[in-house]
């Protein structure tokens, strides 16, 4: 073999060894855990240090990241809190992994020359979190509820005349709770810690707007007295008169007492008063409401509204004449009327002193509107007696007085300019009578008869 072959030979063996050395060099510099030179995470130089020695490093840096406070501004509002409180923390494995993966990625020769780029420029690699997300969750809720405001639209109030009182609408606001979230979280990232929230504002209805769409006046008003003295039952008439006040029913809308009012309960505020149950005055949650309810029907009436649903009591009621009452029972029986006037109708309801009145307000048509009511017939009342062995023959006591029942027909008439434009029947009611009850005593044979035996 010539000796030039030879030699060219060796040579190229020789190379050959001295490249599979240096890229197995190479690939051996470039698969330690070691971080590239010039690579910081935020203000601390992590360059050159192995995973454990960044980890001790950024340990001061991540605590002191943790117990930062972030200030939430939140309408007119702020708030503060440290991170770690609301579950967000600094995960210091994520943050050196990414800053060991700086300048790795590619082929080798690529990862050499992103290494150099980054010896000479630097490379700043941001903190990563972790995320408590029920905890950070529970936050942004506890938020919402303190920044909550619920819009108040404006409604009527009835004063001396009755007059039409305006009460002004508020605006409302509200957290945008998942706009909120992405927004802390993006703050926490680029490391701002003093951010505004999305809080929005609700826009109510105004009196301007009230009056626009025809709600301006009187169009039907009923009132009902009550004893100052039953305070129980008082309370009752008074929050069930406060959950309708303002309601606003649009033209051919439904209106349903028992979901306007909603149920009449202890957890509701209301307390124990007298109601009829099986023909008989007997303790009940809820007591009163009924007034309420019928008086709001007499009003309905009177704004010559469509009834779509109403039931008399089965006795004939104090507070009212007989026809024109309204009972109720959550769930089954109800009061349902039909805005059928042109234009949208508002409720107005409220207690002054020991009179309760409900108005309708909306756009007067110039009709009168009157409710009559005709007794067709009087039911007897049955007498009913029961015997106390312990009295003397013939002793008889009315415990109960009996009370006649009656059967009764309402009709309504609507008049414009003198002319009917309505006639109808609203109602045919037929109310129980109360029997009479006599407690006696016994028969003389009878008592005789135990005399003897005795």
Request: net charge negative.
């Given at each position: 073999m010539?000796?030039?072959?030879?030699?060219?030979?060796a040579?190229?063996?020789?190379?050959?060894?001295?490249?599979?050395?240096?890229?197995?060099?190479?690939?051996?510099?470039?698969?330690?855990?070691?971080?590239?030179?010039?690579?910081?995470?935020?203000?601390?130089d992590?360059?050159?240090?192995?995973?454990?020695?960044?980890?001790?490093?950024?340990?001061?840096?991540?605590?002191?990241?943790?117990?930062?406070?972030?200030?939430?501004?939140?309408?007119?509002?702020?708030?503060?809190?440290?991170?770690?409180?609301?579950?967000?923390?600094?995960?210091?494995?994520?943050?050196?992994?990414?800053?060991?993966?700086?300048?790795?990625?590619?082929?080798?020769?690529?990862?050499?020359?992103?290494?150099?780029?980054?010896?000479?420029?630097?490379?700043?690699?941001?903190?990563?979190?972790?995320?408590?997300?029920e905890?950070l969750?529970?936050?942004?809720?506890?938020?919402?509820?303190?920044?909550?405001?619920?819009?108040?639209?404006?409604?009527?109030?009835?004063g001396?005349?009755?007059?039409?009182?305006?009460?002004?609408?508020?605006?409302?606001?509200?957290?945008?709770?998942?706009?909120?979230?992405?927004?802390?979280?993006?703050?926490?990232?680029?490391?701002?810690?003093?951010i505004?929230?999305?809080?929005?504002?609700?826009?109510?209805?105004?009196?301007?707007?009230?009056?626009?769409?025809?709600?301006?006046?009187?169009?039907?008003?009923?009132?009902?007295?009550?004893?100052?003295?039953?305070?129980?039952?008082?309370?009752?008439?008074?929050?069930?008169?406060?959950?309708?006040?303002?309601?606003?029913?649009?033209?051919?809308?439904?209106?349903?007492?028992?979901?306007?009012?909603?149920?009449?309960?202890?957890?509701?505020?209301?307390k124990?008063?007298?109601?009829?149950?099986?023909?008989?005055?007997?303790?009940?949650?809820?007591?009163?409401?009924?007034?309420?309810?019928?008086?709001?029907?007499n009003?309905?009436?009177?704004s010559?509204?469509?009834?779509?649903?109403?039931?008399?009591?089965?006795?004939?009621i104090?507070y009212?004449?007989?026809?024109?009452?309204?009972?109720?029972?959550?769930?089954?029986?109800?009061?349902?009327?039909?805005?059928?006037?042109?234009?949208?109708?508002?409720?107005?309801?409220?207690?002054?002193?020991?009179?309760?009145?409900?108005?309708?307000?909306?756009?007067?048509?110039g009709?009168?509107v009157?409710?009559?009511?005709?007794?067709?017939?009087?039911?007897?009342?049955?007498?009913?007696?029961?015997?106390?062995?312990?009295?003397?023959?013939?002793?008889?006591?009315?415990?109960?007085?009996?009370?006649?029942?009656?059967?009764?027909?309402?009709?309504?008439?609507?008049?414009?300019?003198?002319?009917?434009?309505?006639?109808?029947?609203?109602?045919?009611d037929?109310?129980?009578?109360?029997?009479?009850?006599?407690?006696?005593?016994?028969?003389?044979?009878?008592?005789?008869?135990?005399?003897?035996?005795?």
């Amino acid at each position: 073999m010539p000796r030039n072959y030879l030699s060219a030979l060796a040579i190229m063996v020789a190379l050959l060894f001295v490249a599979t050395g240096i890229a197995l060099g190479i690939r051996f510099l470039l698969v330690t855990d070691e971080i590239v030179a010039g690579v910081s995470v935020g203000d601390i130089d992590v360059g050159g240090l192995n995973t454990a020695e960044a980890q001790v490093a950024l340990r001061e840096t991540a605590k002191r990241t943790d117990d930062t406070e972030l200030e939430l501004g939140l309408g007119d509002k702020k708030t503060l809190v440290r991170l770690r409180d609301i579950g967000i923390e600094t995960d210091l494995e994520q943050t050196i992994a990414a800053a060991v993966a700086a300048g790795r990625s590619g082929r080798v020769w690529r990862q050499l020359q992103q290494r150099q780029k980054i010896k000479t420029d630097g490379k700043i690699i941001p903190l990563e979190f972790r995320v408590d997300e029920e905890r950070l969750a529970g936050f942004i809720t506890q938020l919402a509820e303190d920044v909550k405001q619920p819009a108040r639209d404006a409604y009527f109030i009835l004063g001396p005349g009755p007059k039409l009182e305006p009460i002004s609408a508020q605006i409302g606001q509200v957290l945008e709770t998942d706009r909120a979230k992405e927004e802390i979280m993006a703050a926490v990232a680029a490391g701002q810690y003093a951010i505004r929230l999305p809080v929005r504002q609700l826009m109510p209805r105004t009196v301007e707007e009230l009056l626009r769409m025809g709600v301006k006046e009187v169009v039907g008003i009923f009132s009902t007295s009550f004893n100052v003295a039953a305070k129980d039952r008082n309370h009752n008439i008074k929050l069930a008169a406060a959950a309708l006040n303002g309601h606003l029913i649009e033209s051919g809308q439904l209106f349903s007492f028992n979901e306007a009012v909603g149920p009449r309960d202890l957890q509701q505020g209301y307390k124990e008063a007298l109601i009829i149950t099986d023909d008989k005055l007997v303790p009940g949650v809820g007591g009163g409401i009924c007034q309420v309810s019928s008086t709001l029907y007499n009003a309905v009436l009177l704004s010559g509204l469509e009834v779509v649903e109403r039931h008399n009591h089965t006795l004939p009621i104090g507070y009212i004449s007989l026809g024109r009452d309204a009972t109720l029972a959550y769930g089954t029986i109800d009061l349902r009327f039909k805005n059928s006037r042109p234009e949208p109708v508002m409720i107005c309801s409220g207690v002054s002193g020991n009179q309760l009145t409900v108005a309708i307000l909306g756009t007067g048509k110039g009709e009168q509107v009157e409710i009559r009511t005709d007794v067709e017939e009087e039911i007897p009342f049955p007498v009913v007696f029961e015997e106390n062995p312990d009295l003397v023959p013939g002793a008889d006591t009315v415990m109960e007085e009996g009370k006649v029942g009656y059967k009764v027909t309402v009709t309504r008439t609507i008049r414009k300019n003198g002319e009917i434009i309505l006639h109808e029947v609203v109602a045919r009611d037929i109310y129980q009578p109360q029997p009479e009850l006599h407690v006696v005593g016994p028969v003389k044979e009878e008592f005789e008869h135990r005399k003897e035996g005795a």
